[in-house]
């Protein structure tokens, strides 16, 4: 067994060594334990630190593309390296290392196939409340567009099984952390959480910039992920949403036409009949994204099959 820790690494040289010095090199259930960065476009010696402080393996992104791309590079990496289970991580050492094995553990005892390590949100000093009320709303949203129990929703510690990294694929560009979650409760992956800690933040965050940009992407997020996955149920209450009015305002006109009324009020008829039409049409709209959505997962599936037939040709080659 082998299990791979992943860092996607944006200058990070001078976070990096702390880092990389409270990784393990063995855990229990693996055979090997190797470390893998992703290095997304950095200006500085990211790479050279790395390799200084014992990296296996690096995988050199063109230029900067990002958490969710540099994401993906080093989960397909991870594979073609020979990964049984990958664990990512921060390269700025927000995350205690030791948590690693309660990371994997659920995984080894096939429990589940994604484990996410949830942090002490309401004990973390530095959080201020307002984040504290972001994270836990954010997370809540989460749960209920994924249909799954992760009580830190944007925590990027977490633990990856071969079976489910072949199946994972992060159409989002801000980051990969709610997106995965959406997408493991849609194709059915088994996923939990288990309780980790964070050490003192060495830097400021580079995801959240601000308060304000951070709900409005995460929201975008969301909201792209629901409609991706869950179009049915996103569009049925759009929907229902626009045609409840008219049929509230064609209840009216009936009313006031039962009562000989009628002909002044014919503009309920007309808003009414409009709005219902709307209300139809986006639920048609409904129907057709989720046969839309039932081909992506179909094709989720035949890239994981392929994925694995490329790599286990690759393994036998070797």
């Known amino acids: 067994m082998k299990l791979i820790i992943q860092i996607p690494c944006f200058n990070e040289e001078g976070t990096l060594p702390e880092t990389l010095a409270d990784l393990p090199r063995e855990v229990a259930g693996f055979d090997v334990v190797e470390w893998l960065i992703i290095n997304d476009g950095s200006s500085d010696r990211t790479v050279e630190v790395a390799r200084e402080n014992g990296v296996d393996h690096v995988v050199e992104m063109p230029h900067n593309q990002g958490l969710a791309a540099a994401f993906m590079a080093g989960i397909e990496a991870c594979l073609a390296a020979g990964a049984d289970v990958i664990i990512n991580t921060d390269g700025d050492n927000q995350y205690r290392a030791d948590g690693i094995p309660a990371l994997t553990a659920p995984i080894l005892a096939k429990q589940a196939q994604i ?10 000093e530095h959080f201020s409340p307002i984040k504290r009320g972001l994270q836990k709303l954010g997370s809540w949203v989460v749960r209920k567009a994924s249909g799954t129990n992760i009580s830190d929703a944007p925590s990027g510690f977490r633990a990856i099984s071969r079976e489910a990294a072949m199946q994972l694929y992060v159409f989002d560009t801000y980051t990969y952390t709610l997106e995965t979650i ?14 980790i800690e964070v050490n003192d933040p060495t830097r400021e965050s580079r995801l959240i910039k601000s308060v304000r940009g951070y709900i409005i992407r995460s929201s975008k ?10 179009p049915l ?6 929907a229902l949403i626009m045609a409840l009015p008219g049929l509230i305002a064609f209840a009216r006109f009936l009313y006031l036409y039962s009562i000989g009324q009628g002909d002044g009020n014919i503009q309920s008829l007309i808003i009414g009949a409009a709005l219902i039409a709307a209300g139809t049409i986006t639920f048609v709209g409904g129907l057709v994204a989720d046969l839309i959505a039932a081909n992506r ?6 890239r994981s099959r392929l994925l694995k037939m490329e790599l286990d040709r690759a393994a036998s080659n070797k």
Request: aromatic share 8%; net charge positive; charged share 15%.
């Open 115 to 124: 484990v996410v390590g949830s942090r002490p949100i309401g004990s973390i």
């Open 221 to 230: 997020t969301i909201l792209r992920m629901a409609v991706l996955y869950k």
């Open 233 to 238: 149920r996103f569009f049925s209450w759009l």
């Open 297 to 302: 997962v179909l094709s989720a599936e035949i």
């Open 182 to 195: 959406i997408q493991a409760g849609r194709l059915g992956i088994p996923i939990m959480s288990v309780p």
